[in-house]
């Protein structure tokens, strides 16, 4: 063991699982779209109401992308870190 080497000894860094999977990600995008828009359809769903489709999307897309990007997808990743490393251990 040498002193430079990270991976050893007591200084060692737990192992990150790897990236999820196409399909992990598609449900775990989908579990953070999903109740976004649904709620911010709840919460201005009457001032929406008249804008025209596109205009309509467009102003929910601003909203619900950074809502899910910045705030919902990195508490997803560090549960789905969380319960990988639970599996690994066993």
């Known amino acids: 063991m040498s002193a430079s080497d990270p991976t050893q000894g007591p200084a060692a860094l737990p192992a990150r699982p790897a990236p999820p999977i196409k399909h992990e990600l598609a449900v775990m995008i989908w579990l953070c779209v999903f109740p976004t828009l649904t709620l911010i359809n709840l919460a201005f769903g009457d001032w929406l109401r008249p804008m025209p489709a596109v205009l309509r999307t467009f ?13 919902l997808m990195p508490q997803l990743h560090k549960v789905r870190a969380r319960l990988k490393s639970a599996a690994a251990r066993g």
């Open 59 to 71: 102003v929910l897309a601003t909203v619900a992308v950074p809502i899910v990007i910045y705030g």
